[in-house]
C-alpha cells in the first residue's frame, strides 16, 4: 500500500493531486500513478480546467462529486464504454451529517463500493478508528453516517 | 512479534529513535526540519521518552549540541535536511573528528539556489567527504531499519563514528507505506545500553576535545580516521546478520537485483532503485539480461565488493540525483574508481536524474536500459554524462 500526494504551494481550495496504489505484493515502483484504475474528483469544477483522463486506462473508473447526472458526465469526460461514471453528491450529504463542506468521507463511501477492495463495515471501523482519537462523538457520527450515505447513494451512468 | 504499520518515512524514523531512547537529542524545529523531529518532540512531551531536548537557533547550533552532549557522554541524535545539512557543514568534521557516534537521519532535498524543497541528493552528497558514515534507504522500511542499525555501527567500540542515514526527500519521508515496527523491547535488546568511552563527565579523568594539533600529529590522526573506516564495513556486515535474525530483513553493504548474470545493469541510490528494479523485470521478461546495484553503505564505500560485483556485465549506467558541477556525478565517481583496477571492465557511462524532485519514471529506467543493451552489442559510448528527464 502506497499513499502520497504531489507537494506544491498548497492552499485551502487550490488543486491537488494525491495517489495510492493497493497491491499484494510489494509496491516498489516509487513515482506518480501513471495509469489510474480509478480517479476520484473531489471537486467537480476541476473538470472545466485539467483533464482529469489523463492515463486513463480502457476500464478506468472516474468517481466524481458532483450534483450532476453521472450520463452528463461521462458526455463531458467523452468516456469509453468500458469506462465507468460514477456520481455522489458528496458535498451535501457532508453538509447533512455534520453540517460542513468537507466532502472527504462521502466520497471514500463511494470509492469503497466501486471498487469493491473492502467492505463497507471494514471502512466505518477504520473511520471510526481514526477519527476516535482526535473528534468528539457528534463529529465521528456524522462522518460515519457520511461515509454511509457516500456508499449507498452513488449513481452510475 | 512485528507490528504491520502505514506510516510515513519520517514517522517511522522518529519512532526508531522513540525506541532507541536517547539521551539528548538537538532539535531546529524551523524549515528544512521535516516533521520527524516534530513527532519526536511530541514523544519527548508525552513523556515517551527520557531524551532531553535541546532547541537551538540553528542546525550549525544543532549539531554543536549534539557534539557538546556526545562527548560529555551521552547517547545523541538529531534529524535534517537539505539546507539545514549544509549549514551544519563545519561542525560535522568536528563531531567525526572527535570520533562522536551522533546518529542522524538526513532527509535528501535539494538545495538552493533556486529554492526547492523536493527530493535530491545535494544534501548528503555534499556531506560525503565529512568522516561520516552514509547509510542509505529505498523506503521506509529501510530507513527505519538503518536508524536501528545506525546506532550499533556507530557505537561499535572500535568504530565510534557519527552516522547518517539518508532517505528520499517527499518520495519516502512524506509518502505513507506499508511496514514492520519491531516492539519497542527488541530494538531495546538489539541497540543495547550506551557504552561510553572517554565522556567529559568523567570528572576523575579530565580530559580535552578538539585541541590544537599542527603539523606534528595531525596527519596522523587523519590517517587514523580513514584506518578506521577501513573496519566500519564488516562492523555493518555483523550488524545486519544480527539484525536479520531479529526481523527476518536481510541487509548487506550493498544490495544486487538479478545482477550476478546480467549482461547491462544500472547503479542507483535510494527509492528510484524500487522503480528501477520493475523495469529491470519487464526487460527480463523481453529476454534482455538487465539487472541493478543499489549501494546502501556509500560512506565508507565499497569499492572491491562493488568491483566484484560489476565486473561481468558488459555496460553499466550510474544513476546520479546530485551533481558535481563540471565534474561527474558523485555515484559515478566511485563506481568508476572502483572498476578501475579491473582488467577487462564494463563500458560505464553517467545519467543525472530527478534534480529537485523531478519524477522518475518507469520510462526513464527503460530508456537507460535501452540505451545499455544498444552499448553492450556496439561497444561504443557515445555520451559518457547526460542529464535524462530534462526538458529541453
Redesign the interface.
Known amino acids: 500500500?502506497?499513499?502520497?500526494?504531489e507537494?506544491g504551494p498548497e492552499r485551502a481550495g487550490a488543486p491537488l493531486r494525491a495517489y495510492n496504489r493497493v497491491a499484494s505484493k510489494e509496491?516498489?515502483?516509487?513515482?506518480?500513478v501513471?495509469e489510474p484504475d480509478v480517479v476520484t474528483v473531489v471537486d467537480a469544477t476541476l473538470l472545466d480546467s485539467i483533464n482529469i483522463a489523463e492515463g486513463a486506462k480502457d476500464n478506468t473508473a472516474f468517481v466524481i462529486n458532483t450534483t450532476k447526472d453521472p450520463k452528463e458526465i461521462r458526455a463531458k469526460l467523452k468516456a469509453g464504454p468500458k469506462q465507468r461514471v460514477v456520481t455522489v453528491d458528496a458535498t451535501k450529504i457532508a453538509l447533512d451529517c455534520f453540517g460542513r463542506a468537507m466532502p472527504n468521507s462521502p466520497m471514500l463511501g463511494a470509492v469503497c463500493k466501486v471498487t469493491g477492495l473492502i467492505s463497507i463495515d471494514h471502512l466505518l471501523d477504520d473511520v471510526r478508528k481514526s477519527f476516535g482519537k482526535k473528534f468528539s462523538q457528534k463529529i465521528i457520527d456524522g462522518n460515519l453516517e457520511a461515509t454511509k450515505r457516500g456508499y449507498e447513494e452513488v449513481k452510475e451512468g | 512479534m512485528a507490528k504491520v504499520v502505514?506510516v510515513t518515512g519520517n514517522e517511522a524514523c522518529a519512532n526508531a529513535l522513540r525506541q532507541v531512547n536517547p539521551d539528548v537529542c538537538g532539535i531546529y524545529p524551523i524549515t528544512p526540519q521535516t516533521d520527524m523531529m516534530q513527532r519526536f518532540a511530541s514523544y519527548i512531551a508525552d513523556g515517551k521518552v527520557d531524551t532531553e531536548s535541546i532547541l537551538v537557533e540553528s542546525e550549525h547550533s544543532s549539531m554543536s549540541a549534539c557534539i557538546g552532549a556526545a562527548a560529555a557522554g551521552g547517547r545523541v541524535v538529531t534529524a535534517t535536511s537539505s539546507q539545514g545539512l549544509a549549514l551544519m557543514w563545519e561542525m560535522l568534521h568536528i563531531a567525526s573528528g572527535d570520533r562522536l557516534p551522533i546518529i542522524m537521519p538526513v532527509v535528501n532535498r535539494a538545495l538552493s539556489a533556486p529554492l526547492n524543497?523536493?527530493g535530491d541528493h545535494s544534501d548528503a552528497m555534499g556531506a560525503r567527504d565529512t568522516g561520516w558514515i552514509q547509510l542509505w534507504s529505498e523506503?521506509g522500511q529501510e530507513a527505519y531499519d538503518n536508524t536501528i542499525q545506525a546506532f550499533r555501527i556507530g557505537e561499535h567500540m572500535d568504530i565510534r563514528l557519527p552516522v547518517m542515514v539518508c532517505l528520499?526527500g517527499?518520495?519516502?519521508s512524506?509518502?505513507?507505506?506499508?511496514m514492520e515496527y519491531l516492539e519497542d523491547q527488541e530494538v531495546k535488546d538489539f541497540v543495547g545500553p550506551f557504552k561510553n568511552f572517554l565522556p567529559l563527565l568523567d570528572l576523575d579523568k579530565p580530559k580535552s576535545y578538539g585541541p590544537l594539533i599542527l603539523t606534528d600529529l595531525y596527519h596522523e590522526y587523519k590517517r587514523a580516521q580513514h584506518e578506521v573506516m577501513t573496519k566500519v564495513k564488516d562492523v555493518v556486515l555483523d550488524v545486519a546478520k544480527d539484525f536479520e535474525k531479529l526481523s527476518g530483513r536481510k541487509y548487506g553493504i550493498f544490495e544486487t537485483y538479478r545482477l550476478e548474470d546480467a549482461d547491462i545493469a544500472i547503479v542507483i541510490l535510494n527509492?528510484?532503485a524500487?522503480?528501477t528494479?520493475?523495469v529491470i523485470d519487464e526487460f527480463r521478461n523481453k529476454g534482455i539480461e538487465a539487472g541493478l546495484l543499489k549501494p546502501r553503505l556509500f560512506r565508507p564505500f565499497p569499492f572491491e565488493e562493488v568491483a566484484e560485483a560489476l565486473k561481468h556485465v558488459k555496460a553499466v549506467c550510474v544513476m546520479d540525483r546530485a551533481d558535481s558541477f563540471g565534474g561527474y556525478g558523485p555515484l559515478f565517481m566511485e563506481v568508476a574508481s572502483a572498476l578501475y583496477p579491473l582488467e577487462r571492465k564494463p563500458l560505464l557511462l553517467n545519467k543525472v536524474y530527478g534534480l529537485g524532485g523531478r519524477?522518475?519514471?518507469?520510462s526513464h529506467a527503460a530508456q537507460v536500459l535501452t540505451e545499455l543493451h544498444e552499448i553492450s552489442r556496439s561497444g561504443k559510448v557515445n555520451v559518457l554524462k547526460e542529464y535524462i528527464g530534462v526538458r529541453e
Open positions: 500500500m502506497q499513499a502520497f500526494p507537494y509496491l516498489r515502483m516509487h513515482c506518480p501513471l | 502505514a524543497i523536493h523506503n528520499d517527499f518520495i519516502i512524506h509518502s505513507i507505506e506499508r527509492s528510484a524500487g522503480t528494479k520493475d519524477d522518475y519514471l518507469p
